[in-house]
């Protein structure tokens, strides 16, 4: 039979072992506690759409509410010159616009694409969700449904004599091609539930009726309420061709982080095409958990995030290439 005093040490020793194991696993970094709501953008820009979604959230507002509102703000502004009607005009001269709006329950969605004169396309994105039977609307169609629909718009009279001039040929040589950002804003709400959303005015100089991945789901924008949300930014068919948030959704639903999926898509991406990690992508995520991430394939890519504890920007260095 073992003695006290023997049984004592025992207690002793692993008193101390276990000390030392809390000990170590206190000098581990940790990662923050979940926080709901929460909100991610793409891009510095992207902390005014926060702000002013997470302050819909905290009201009681809808997830849908908050994203909607957000996003409009930065169609207001036209952002970096990028998104809205004062973002960077087609080869054209005029402006395409392209946005979508997806929520997690329902897996419901809207999309509108190369839509012309409409103020806010994230809001006829939204009336295409919620008043059609349809996903997405393209061009002429989308203009005539937003305006039924009572959206904001401008007169659009003025494009004829560019079309005409298109159309004969009779085309500027200088083209602004600079630019092709996008809001992506992704929310997770008090109750875990996902809604995200996308706008932009296109790649600068673009072909008339070019679109991008921002108003294609799968490409700029995934959000599955089971698992979580992954938005794009960059050059547009860098991304759709790859089915890149999507990918990203079904990384995270095999177990791996949102930072980790955003990283291992982008490696993947760069793996079998032909421009290697040249390929001016971003990307950002969030999960059910309130974990987020973001990732670049060859810059450096600052991006936002808002909870109540606080507004930022952060910044994510270009992956390493493998």
């Known amino acids: 039979m073992r003695s006290k005093t023997s049984t004592c040490r025992v207690h002793?020793?692993?008193?101390?072992?276990?000390?030392?194991?809390?000990?170590?696993?206190?000098?581990?970094?940790?990662?923050?506690?979940?926080?709901?709501?929460?909100v991610l953008s793409t891009w510095p820009f992207g902390q005014t759409a926060n702000d002013l979604a997470l302050a819909v959230l905290q009201k009681g507002g809808s997830r849908l509410d908050a994203v909607e509102t957000g996003i409009r703000e930065i169609e207001r502004l036209s952002s970096d010159?990028?998104?809205?009607?004062?973002?960077?005009?087609n080869a054209a001269g005029y402006p395409q616009l392209d946005a979508c709006i997806m929520d997690g329950?329902?897996?419901?969605?809207?999309?509108?694409?190369?839509?012309?004169?409409?103020?806010?396309?994230?809001?006829?994105?939204?009336?295409?969700?919620?008043?059609?039977?349809?996903?997405?609307?393209?061009?002429?169609?989308?203009?005539?449904?937003?305006?039924?629909?009572?959206?904001?718009?401008?007169?659009t009279k003025d494009l004829a004599a560019k079309k005409d001039a298109w159309v004969a040929r009779a085309r500027d040589p200088k083209?602004?091609?600079?630019?092709?950002?996008?809001?992506?804003?992704?929310?997770?709400?008090?109750?875990?539930?996902?809604?995200?959303?996308?706008?932009?005015s296109g790649a600068g100089g673009k072909l008339p009726g070019r679109v991008g991945d921002?108003?294609?789901?799968?490409?700029?924008?995934?959000?599955?309420?089971?698992?979580?949300?992954?938005?794009?930014?960059?050059?547009?068919?860098?991304?759709?061709?790859?089915?890149?948030?999507?990918?990203?959704?079904e990384r995270m639903r095999q177990g791996l982080t949102p930072q980790q999926a955003c990283e291992e898509v982008v490696h993947r991406i760069a793996r079998v095409d032909p421009k290697g990690y040249a390929l001016?992508?971003?990307?950002?995520?969030?999960?059910?958990?309130?974990?987020?991430?973001?990732?670049?394939?060859?810059?450096?890519?600052p991006y936002a995030i808002a909870t109540s504890a606080g507004s930022e920007v952060q910044k994510v260095a270009a992956v390493t290439a493998r």
């Not at 194991?21 to 923050?32: D, K, Q, R, V």
Request: glycine letters at 14%; proline letters at 5%.
């Open 81 to 89: 010159g990028s998104v809205g009607l004062g973002g960077r005009p």
């Open 105 to 155: 329950p329902q897996h419901r969605a809207g999309s509108v694409a190369g839509v012309e004169g409409i103020v806010h396309p994230i809001t006829a994105a939204r009336r295409v969700m919620e008043a059609t039977k349809h996903v997405m609307l393209v061009g002429e169609g989308a203009r005539w449904f937003a305006l039924e629909q009572g959206v904001e718009a401008v007169d």
């Open 12 to 38: 002793r020793t692993l008193l101390l072992a276990l000390s030392a194991l809390a000990s170590c696993a206190g000098a581990l970094p940790t990662a923050p506690l979940p926080t709901r709501p929460l």
């Open 280 to 301: 001016d992508i971003c990307f950002i995520a969030l999960d059910k958990q309130g974990r987020y991430g973001a990732a670049a394939s060859n810059q450096m890519f």
């Open 175 to 200: 083209v602004d091609r600079a630019g092709h950002d996008t809001i992506a804003l992704l929310v997770l709400d008090a109750d875990g539930h996902i809604a995200g959303g996308c706008s932009t």
């Open 214 to 249: 921002s108003p294609i789901l799968g490409a700029g924008l995934y959000v599955d309420d089971e698992v979580g949300a992954a938005g794009a930014t960059g050059i547009g068919e860098n991304v759709m061709r790859y089915c890149a948030t999507f990918l990203i959704v």
